[in-house]
């Protein structure tokens, strides 16, 4: 049995969760199919409890059931078709979760253009406006200030500037020196942008956590979950901002964040550009596909992935031939028809 006799089979054990006493239960069953809970507590000398806790742990797994013939006796299941039901369970909550992801997204983008479009005073209720770049600046600057637990970041447009990084890097060290928790989620395709990487590297370096995701929906800023920084303007964020401080709103766009920052991968750990899932599709094709489904332009869709508008076409002309059709709305029809897009994408 190579999933338990081996080191491979450790690993394995280990990665379902299972310790080294659900280990032992396994294997006693499997040689000793008959033992009852009397055998199996005299042989692998444990308590009841852990007994119990053990048979608990592997009957979740489906990696044991109670005998047909004897229901006082439990059998070992074929590990593989245990782990496959396992993972039919996962992949089920990992597609709800994407679910709440997405209707997370539509609503923060929502959101942020009926503040920008229906509220044109400079302040109100729980609002206020910002106008240019610099008026930006210098009203973080303040917020920073009062920080006392975390900032949490959406980073949207690929490659930052080495101008802004300088800059933002004594405000990031004295909040890090501070305690304060900062998250930050990039885009994957900062990945191939040195300088990028190398402030990414730095900021972890002093204590901050840097993850990328495929697309990130809205450039935003929370501090302390009381307050957060919004653009007006998708297509410019540095035309102005909105600060919020409203609870429901804080309590949305945390909501967001928390969503993207789950899903998303330490820029530490390697690149998962290539990683592909049961279409055969590279997570950046998968987020490609979904936005033009959207009926976004080749255009739109460089700027969410971070890319140039050139990759964009490239992409969507991969997905054409994967799908063998000549045109995005055939493309699209046969997206559908195949279950890749819900056709509400």
């Known amino acids: 049995m190579p999933y338990v ?60 059931r109670p005998s047909l013939e004897e229901p006082q006796l439990f059998r070992a ?11 039919a369970r996962q992949q089920e909550r990992l597609a709800a ?31 206020e406006r910002l106008d240019g770049i610099e008026e930006i600046r210098d009203r973080i600057h303040v917020l920073v200030r ?24 004594p405000q990031d060290q004295e909040l890090l020196a501070r305690g304060v928790r900062m998250r930050t989620l990039y885009l994957d395709s900062v990945r191939n942008s040195p300088a990028t990487v190398s402030y990414a590297k730095w900021l972890s370096e002093q204590g901050g956590e840097v993850r990328t995701a495929t697309s990130l929906p809205i450039r935003l800023m929370i501090m302390d979950r009381n307050v957060a920084i919004v653009p007006t303007d998708g297509e410019d964020s540095a035309a102005g901002a909105l600060v919020l401080t409203g ?11 928390e969503s993207i920052w789950d899903n998303g991968v330490p820029l530490g750990t390697g690149q998962r550009e290539r990683e592909r899932d049961h279409r055969g599709l590279i997570p950046q094709e998968a987020e ?41 709305f055939q493309a699209g029809a046969r997206a559908v028809a195949r279950g890749w897009l819900t056709g509400e994408e």
């Open 5 to 64: 006799n081996s080191l491979g089979g450790c690993i394995v054990l280990d990665a379902l969760g299972l310790d080294d006493s659900c280990a032992d239960v396994y294997r006693t069953l499997l040689a000793q199919p008959q033992a009852d809970l009397g055998d199996l507590r005299v042989r692998l000398g444990i308590s009841d409890d852990e007994l119990r806790t053990a048979l608990d742990k592997l009957s979740e797994l489906a990696l044991i």
């Open 77 to 87: 299941v074929d590990p593989e078709l245990g782990i496959q039901a396992l993972i």
């Open 97 to 127: 979760e994407q679910q709440r992801v997405e209707r997370l997204r539509v609503a923060a983008v929502q959101l942020a253009a009926d503040f920008a479009a229906s509220r044109p005073r400079k302040t109100m209720p729980d609002v």
């Open 146 to 169: 009062a920080v006392t637990v975390e900032v949490m970041t959406l980073a949207p447009g690929g490659a930052q500037s080495a101008a802004s990084m300088e800059a933002a890097k």
């Open 247 to 257: 609870n429901g709103t804080l309590t949305a766009l945390c909501a967001l964040f």
């Open 288 to 328: 490609a596909l979904r936005l033009l489904g959207q009926g976004l332009t080749d255009e739109a869709v460089a700027k969410r992935l971070g890319v140039s508008p050139r990759t964009a076409r490239r992409i969507a002309a991969d997905l054409l031939e994967l799908l063998g059709a000549r045109s995005r």
